[in-house]
């Protein structure tokens, strides 16, 4: 069993700023990566930014310069520093880990709503 458990959604003026933070538990040997989707009504859900074991880290083009992950490996934790959010950043997002020969496991989301 793996259990994500998202935070730090909300309702944020457009220019302010948002942190998410997705804490992994259960069975999570070998983490491959950690990640964030997001969804906006009436679109498919895409992918904002990952960060993978060894460093890596890759963003939309979307949100490239605006947002930043990071990740607490003691605490199996990912976050996602959200700056300069614009109205088109509203969506649910969505936690993601990859776990080596496993697959993905997703968080349940957390709503984000950039007001204008």
């Known amino acids: 069993q793996v259990q994500l458990v998202e935070s730090g959604g909300g309702l944020v003026q457009a220019g302010g700023s948002l942190r998410l933070s997705c804490a992994a538990s259960?069975?999570?040997?070998?983490?491959?990566?950690m990640g964030w989707y997001r969804q906006a009504p009436g679109k498919q859900r895409e992918f904002v930014a990952q960060?993978?074991?060894?460093?890596?880290?890759n963003y939309s083009d979307s949100v490239k310069g605006r947002f930043t992950i990071s990740r607490d490996n003691a605490k199996n934790t990912v976050y996602l520093q959200m700056n300069s959010l614009k109205p088109e950043d509203t969506a649910v997002y969505y936690c993601?880990?990859?776990?080596?020969?496993?697959?993905?496991?997703w968080g349940q989301g957390t709503q984000v709503t950039v007001s204008s």
């Open positions: 960060i993978i074991n060894g460093g890596r880290i």
């Open positions: 993601c880990i990859t776990i080596t020969k496993r697959g993905n496991y």
């Open positions: 259960g069975s999570i040997f070998s983490i491959n990566a």
